[in-house]
């Protein structure tokens, strides 16, 4: 017979209303919850990462990120659409050529709390 684990339940039902309310209170929309459950995905791709880390250091155009990634420009291509489309990224046209940066500092933030993290 397999013996059941109860470390994570409580052995009362009995909830606590004043921290209900206040989470209630505290808790997000439910379109802001998902929207940034879908920005969270987008750091779920490690290309993705390493393009970002690319970007960390300069202004660059996709043959240079595929250059440095060692990968095609069409692979690199389609990871920076939604990169973009995320609004991480921006591009700015000089001539033939697109140079992708970051959106902003938040990302880079972002980056950085993560590897804080995982580094404890």
Known sequence: MKKTNHTDC???TETHAD???KVAEDMPEETE???LAELFKIFGDSTRIRILFVLFEAEVCVYD????LNMTQSA???QLRILKQSRLIKGRRE???IFYSLADDHVR????EGREHIEE
């Open 95 to 97: 001539g033939k050529h």
């Open 65 to 68: 990120i595929a250059e440095a």
């Open 33 to 35: 919850l998902y929207d």
């Open 109 to 112: 933030s972002i980056i950085a």
């Open 76 to 78: 690199i291509s389609h």
């Open 10 to 12: 409580c052995e009362t």
């Open 19 to 21: 921290l209900l309310k």
